[in-house]
């Protein structure tokens, strides 16, 4: 691939009324510390489709969506040193951040004082282009935000590590899950699907709570010891103060009091899936107990490759179902109605 500016195709849309199509844009030329990427899969996000079609305000069209990325290093800047011809690298929901602030210097570039470059649909720090996502043949990153895909790894399925992966490990890690901890996980989807499979695999003891009772087994097929079924009011009762953690993916605004009475003395409720306002609570549900609540995002790029070195050496993926690029927009449908177990992937060989 040359070092100046090279032409992309890739699939974005234009409005948010309108499908995903076929595109063609410019990629910038290689700075000193970027690296080239051919792409070979990527990951579909819910917020791709949030921000395709504008749920959360914000997206500057055209946008190509994409953050969960694997690929073939084709070309580095003169002064890369971390990754070479040939690598097989993966990046993420970011790919720059200003590298100088505590958070950055302590390895939390996304809390980056200045802002993190999002991977799609953020302007860049250097000339003011938006960025484009992994719904592309390749992609120009800082070296930095590239992570190793570790040797033996499965690449067809590393793809949603990078966002679904990391959003999930990087709580379990900040409130140190362990062999001695009783685990929660609430809601069986993209992320609730990592969360039991990286609990288990840390030596939590897991329990799945779910609303739908047929997901009981595909749960424990993914890991977890137990199942409760939160609309079932004896089981909830009978799990009252059971727990040292729970991890929240439910994806939208909803009631935790239940949840929280779940959790046992200074017990901890961690919040990733739901972005919208949530209604109140009963402050009594956290005062008694000591119990808290908070939320988490993804990790900075040190704790990101860890997970992906974590996953490596205990055999842990996602369960995946491969697409088309073209197929994209019949995926975009079935995820609303959560039709995948449990991410789509896209092969970037087909369809492009």
């Known amino acids: 691939?040359?070092?100046?500016?090279?032409?992309?195709?890739?699939?974005?849309?234009?409005?948010?009324?309108?499908?995903?199509?076929?595109?063609?844009?410019?990629?910038?030329?290689?700075?000193?510390?970027?690296?080239?990427?051919?792409?070979?899969?990527?990951?579909?996000?819910?917020?791709?489709?949030?921000?395709?079609?504008n749920d959360w305000g914000g997206t500057r069209y055209p946008v190509i969506p994409g953050h969960e990325i694997v690929g073939t290093v084709t070309a580095v800047g003169n002064e890369v040193t971390r990754h070479r011809v040939g690598d097989t690298v993966a990046v993420g929901c970011m790919v720059d951040s200003c590298m100088e602030c505590d958070q950055c210097l302590e390895g939390w570039e996304v809390f980056c004082r200045k802002g993190c470059v999002q991977t799609y649909n953020s302007k860049d720090y250097h000339d003011g282009t938006v960025s484009k996502g992994g719904y592309t043949d390749h992609i120009v990153v800082r070296d930095h935000f590239c992570c190793k895909v570790p040797d033996g790894m499965d690449v067809s399925k590393v793809a949603p590590l990078l966002c679904a992966g990391i959003t999930t490990y990087s709580p379990l890690r900040q409130y140190n899950v362990g062999p001695t901890t009783k685990v929660a996980v609430v809601g069986l989807g993209g992320l609730g699907h990592m969360g039991v499979k990286l609990a288990a695999a840390m030596g939590a003891h897991v329990t799945m709570i779910t609303t739908t009772p047929s997901k009981g087994e595909d749960a424990r097929a993914l890991g977890a010891h137990d199942v409760i079924i939160s609309t079932d009011a004896e089981q909830m009762k009978a799990a009252s103060t059971r727990f040292d953690f729970i991890l929240n993916t439910i994806p939208?605004?909803?009631?935790?009091d239940g949840y929280l009475q779940l959790l046992g003395r200074s017990g901890r409720m961690v919040i990733v899936g739901a972005l919208t306002p949530m209604p109140g609570f009963v402050g009594m549900n956290l005062i008694w107990w000591n119990r808290a609540v908070g939320g988490s995002a993804i990790g900075g790029i040190p704790e990101t490759q860890e997970m992906l070195d974590f996953c490596a050496a205990k055999g842990i993926y996602p369960d995946v179902e491969m697409i088309r690029m073209d197929e994209v927009n019949d995926a975009y449908e079935r995820l609303l109605k959560n039709d995948v177990r449990y991410r789509f992937v896209i092969d970037m060989e087909k369809g492009l």
């Open 1 to 53: 691939m040359s070092s100046g500016p090279t032409i992309a195709k890739g699939w974005g849309t234009d409005a948010p009324d309108q499908p995903l199509r076929p595109m063609e844009f410019e990629r910038r030329a290689l700075r000193p510390d970027d690296v080239a990427i051919r792409i070979t899969y990527a990951g579909i996000c819910h917020s791709d489709l949030h921000t395709c079609r």
């Open 252 to 256: 939208v605004s909803h009631e935790i």
